[in-house]
């Protein structure tokens, strides 16, 4: 009666009629609910501290302490002596893919605002720089992940190409780990394993030390001093470390993932806990 191509297109009619069907009895159910968890996304109620600090040729320290809202690279605060500072989510590990799924990237930033200037005005040869976090908070518990530790450090085309370096190297990363190349997307002539010491022990490169940790009211705090000589550019070949003699980042950050609680405790990943002062800790660590 209706020839094959009219079967052919009855059965089309009958099959998108019961595909209708089935979609509205969808639509009727509601959203399916996912499995996972929460998105993990910063309080935003909660107000990052910042605290930086330096020690200066003739013995005097310069010292920045300020609340930071959470914002992005791009929108810096002006801190003065050529110091801009940022506190914000994602870094170098989200950039290059090898973040956790379920984690996320904190990190805190300081460009010049004179790229021809030095970054610390006037500091004292032997000193370095300290840094501090605090009063970061999630919408859910978290745990943060020593291991994840790093600074990394961004520097000019011009400067990089003049010491004959590649362009592929104007960026480095100091890093905890003694194995962490983010996936393979950083190479050996990037980066300084274990570079940054977070046991509190002092066996980081010229004293430099990182840790972060949780507090007892759940949010995490972050400390690093950092000795003026790591950011020298490792394959800068002259190996000077005196302030001014070598070409510094214009650019540079701290950062360290935290992952949600129920996550780190699936994968064995311990809490950590503040890593005790070392011992005759001045701030200042000599390189």
């Known amino acids: 009666m209706f020839g094959s191509r009219g079967v052919v297109m009855v059965w089309m009619g009958v099959w998108i009629g019961m595909a209708l069907g089935s979609l509205s009895d969808v639509v009727r159910a509601g959203p399916m609910v996912l499995e996972s968890g929460p998105i993990l996304l910063a309080d935003d109620t909660a107000v990052p501290h910042v605290r930086l600090s330096w020690m200066q040729g003739d ?3 310069v010292e920045y302490e300020l609340d930071l809202e959470w914002t992005s690279q791009a929108d810096r605060t002006v801190l003065g002596r050529n110091l801009e500072v940022f506190v914000a989510l994602g870094g170098a590990r989200l950039e290059r893919g090898a973040g956790h799924p379920d984690g996320a990237i904190v990190r805190v930033g300081l460009f010049k605002t004179d790229r021809e200037l030095l970054f610390f005005e006037d500091i004292a040869y032997g000193s370095s720089v300290e840094i501090e976090l605090r009063n970061v908070v999630f919408n859910q518990t978290v745990t943060p992940e020593s291991a994840t530790l790093l600074q990394r450090l961004r520097y000019k085309v011009d400067d990089v190409l003049a010491c004959g370096l590649t362009i592929n190297q ?5 890093v ?45 705090s972050m400390d690093a001093v950092l000795p003026y000589g790591l950011f020298r550019h490792k ?9 001014g003699t070598f070409f510094e980042p214009f650019h540079f950050d701290i950062e360290f993932e935290v992952l949600p609680r129920e996550v780190a405790e699936s994968e064995g990943i311990a809490i950590p806990q503040a890593p005790p002062e070392p011992a005759g800790a001045s701030g200042i660590v000599g390189q």
């Not at 104007?170 to 100091?174: A, V």
């Not at 002539?189 to 509190?200: A, C, F, K, N, P």
């Open 235 to 243: 394959g800068d070949p002259w190996a000077l470390e005196v302030p």
């Open 59 to 61: 013995g005097t320290r």
């Open 170 to 174: 104007t960026e480095m990363f100091n």
């Open 176 to 220: 905890v780990s003694r194995t962490d190349d983010m996936g393979g997307s950083i190479l050996p002539e990037q980066v300084r394993y274990e570079s940054l010491d977070s046991t509190g022990n002092g066996a980081g490169t010229g004293g430099a030390r990182a840790a972060v940790w949780l507090e007892e009211n759940g949010s995490v």
